[in-house]
């Protein structure tokens, strides 16, 4: 770019030089032919002058005095466009000196006063200094002019020249351009080759950790719901008949006690028994907590029902049921997740919710089973990165262990809508 810049003003002034050379060559031309008018003027004028002073003729006349105001125009014009050369101030001083003499020619005719030899010779000799001088200024412009044009033939040559090199240095920067490109193009299609082996390495890494990562949390959910289930039948079983067999003893010692005994422990032995049955009722509802017996027994249906009623009665919310008449025929494992996704679903309004409405469907179709809960709560912003959403993230990774769809809708102030698709 600095070479064809460089070049591009050393062509521009070049070219300048040139216009400047071709424009002194008018002024000189101009001059000259001024000078040139002058002297044909001054000649004519001098003809007609000594016509007259011959014939007395007044067409003479007349061309004269008409020479003679062109002859003071001319001089005019000259003095002003070279009034700072001297050569030519003393040419003009020079021709004033013929006009004038002309003048007197005149005069003299028209007072009749016959001219002699002497005055004849002295008008030659002022016309011949006259025209030495205009002879050396022709030769000096013509010898400038030629100078100008020699310059100026010069100067545009030289811009030729550096126009060619211009073009040259241009064809150059655009091979290199072209070549640059191409280099760039190469290293960008590198690096997208590189960006996209690596994106796909990323790819099958994400997959194969999603994978594993998948695999882990259905390995952890399944082993989960196995740890409840023996635990739910360990406390079923062993638990439930330590908590029978001391009810029993408790029952067969204040039958056995004397009457008088009775009386003395009838208060602590009706705490006793009350705190057996109570205890007998917490752990029945931790077995159903751990492995909801309904669910295993009755169904999915009954299960549901139960559940939504303990939760009505707890936490007091009203709750809309639209719930199939006949139990679908579904999976354990499908089933049991449902369960799970409801009774997640519940523990998220109780916590963070605040709602006072809760709807709950589940429909079947002919290849699918559709879940929707719907609460009034206050929602909670989907896109918010602060919110622990631990209890959807089971709920999501339940619906996608069995290639179903999950649909979550919410907002601020609207409330949450879970919409569950299974495969049947």
Same mark, same amino acid.
């Given at each position: 770019?600095?070479?064809?810049?460089?070049?591009?003003v050393?062509s521009?002034?070049?070219?300048?030089a040139?216009?400047?050379a071709?424009?002194?060559?008018?002024?000189?031309?101009e001059?000259?032919?001024?000078l040139? $008018?002058?002297?044909?003027l001054?000649?004519d004028?001098?003809?007609? &002058?000594?016509?007259?002073?011959?014939t007395?003729? &007044?067409?003479?006349?007349?061309?004269?005095?008409e020479? &003679?105001?062109?002859?003071?125009?001319? *001089?005019?014009?000259?003095?002003?466009? /070279?009034?700072?050369?001297?050569?030519? !101030?003393?040419?003009?001083?020079?021709? @004033?000196?013929?006009? +004038?003499?002309?003048d007197?020619?005149?005069?003299q005719?028209?007072?009749?006063?016959?001219? %002699?030899k002497?005055w004849?010779?002295?008008s /030659?000799?002022?016309?011949?200094?006259?025209?030495?001088? @205009? /002879?050396?200024?022709?030769?000096q412009?013509l010898?400038?002019s030629l100078?100008?044009?020699?310059?100026?033939?010069?100067?545009?040559?030289?811009?030729?020249?550096?126009?060619v090199?211009?073009?040259?240095?241009?064809?150059?920067?655009?091979?290199?351009?072209?070549?640059?490109?191409?280099?760039?193009?190469?290293?960008?299609?590198?690096?997208?080759?590189?960006? =996209?082996a690596?994106?796909? +390495?990323?790819?099958?890494?994400?997959? &194969?950790?999603?994978?594993?990562l =998948? /695999?882990l !949390?259905?390995?952890?959910?399944?082993?989960?719901e196995?740890e409840?289930?023996?635990?739910?039948r360990?406390? @079923?079983?062993?638990l439930?008949?330590?908590?029978?067999?001391?009810?029993?003893?408790?029952?067969?010692?204040?039958?056995?006690?004397?009457?008088?005994?009775?009386?003395?422990?009838?208060?602590? *032995?009706?705490?006793l028994?009350?705190? *057996?049955v %109570?205890g007998?009722?917490?752990?029945?509802? #931790?077995?159903?907590?751990?492995?909801?017996?309904?669910l295993?027994?009755?169904?999915?249906?009954?299960a549901?029902? !139960?559940?939504i009623?303990e #939760?009505?009665?707890?936490?007091e919310i009203?709750v809309?049921?639209?719930?199939?008449?006949?139990?679908?025929e579904?999976?354990?494992?499908?089933?049991?997740?449902?369960?799970?996704?409801?009774?997640e679903?519940f523990?998220?309004?109780?916590?963070?919710?605040?709602?006072?409405r809760?709807?709950?469907?589940l429909?079947?179709t !002919?290849?699918?089973i559709?879940?929707?809960?719907? $609460? $009034?709560?206050?929602?909670f912003?989907?896109?918010?990165?602060?919110?622990?959403r631990?209890?959807l993230?089971g709920?999501? @990774?339940?619906?996608?262990?069995?290639?179903?769809?999950?649909?979550?809708? =919410?907002a601020?102030?609207?409330?949450v809508?879970?919409?569950?698709?299974?495969?049947?």
């Amino acid at each position: 770019m600095a070479l064809l810049i460089s070049i591009l003003v050393a062509s521009y002034m070049q070219a300048s030089a040139g216009l400047e050379a071709l424009n002194q060559f008018g002024i000189s031309s101009e001059h000259a032919h001024q000078l040139d $008018d002058l002297n044909v003027l001054l000649v004519d004028t001098q003809s007609r &002058a000594r016509g007259y002073a011959l014939t007395r003729a &007044a067409d003479d006349l007349a061309v004269y005095r008409e020479l &003679a105001a062109k002859i003071n125009d001319t *001089l005019r014009s000259i003095e002003e466009q /070279n009034k700072d050369t001297p050569r030519t !101030a003393e040419l003009i001083i020079k021709a @004033h000196m013929v006009s +004038r003499r002309i003048d007197l020619t005149v005069q003299q005719a028209e007072k009749g006063i016959v001219l %002699g030899k002497s005055w004849v010779d002295t008008s /030659n000799r002022i016309m011949d200094d006259y025209k030495r001088q @205009h /002879n050396l200024i022709k030769t000096q412009l013509l010898t400038q002019s030629l100078e100008d044009v020699r310059r100026s033939v010069n100067g545009f040559e030289n811009a030729r020249i550096s126009t060619v090199l211009l073009a040259i240095a241009s064809l150059l920067l655009l091979v290199l351009s072209i070549a640059q490109r191409q280099k760039q193009q190469e290293l960008l299609e590198k690096i997208q080759q590189l960006l =996209t082996a690596k994106n796909d +390495r990323l790819e099958r890494e994400v997959h &194969a950790r999603t994978a594993e990562l =998948t /695999n882990l !949390a259905t390995y952890l959910t399944d082993v989960r719901e196995a740890e409840k289930l023996h635990l739910a039948r360990e406390m @079923h079983d062993e638990l439930g008949a330590l908590l029978t067999a001391a009810k029993l003893d408790a029952d067969w010692i204040e039958r056995t006690l004397p009457p008088e005994t009775q009386a003395l422990v009838a208060q602590r *032995l009706t705490r006793l028994r009350q705190n *057996l049955v %109570g205890g007998i009722t917490l752990k029945r509802r #931790f077995t159903n907590d751990l492995r909801p017996a309904l669910l295993y027994d009755l169904g999915l249906i009954e299960a549901l029902r !139960a559940l939504i009623e303990e #939760f009505r009665k707890i936490d007091e919310i009203e709750v809309d049921l639209d719930l199939p008449e006949t139990e679908p025929e579904l999976t354990e494992a499908v089933s049991l997740s449902l369960f799970r996704i409801v009774q997640e679903a519940f523990t998220n309004i109780r916590k963070y919710a605040q709602a006072q409405r809760v709807t709950v469907s589940l429909r079947t179709t !002919a290849n699918t089973i559709e879940l929707t809960i719907e $609460d $009034d709560g206050i929602g909670f912003d989907a896109d918010s990165p602060r919110l622990s959403r631990h209890g959807l993230a089971g709920i999501k @990774h339940r619906v996608f262990t069995h290639g179903g769809q999950l649909d979550i809708h =919410t907002a601020p102030g609207a409330g949450v809508k879970i919409h569950v698709t299974l495969p049947v």
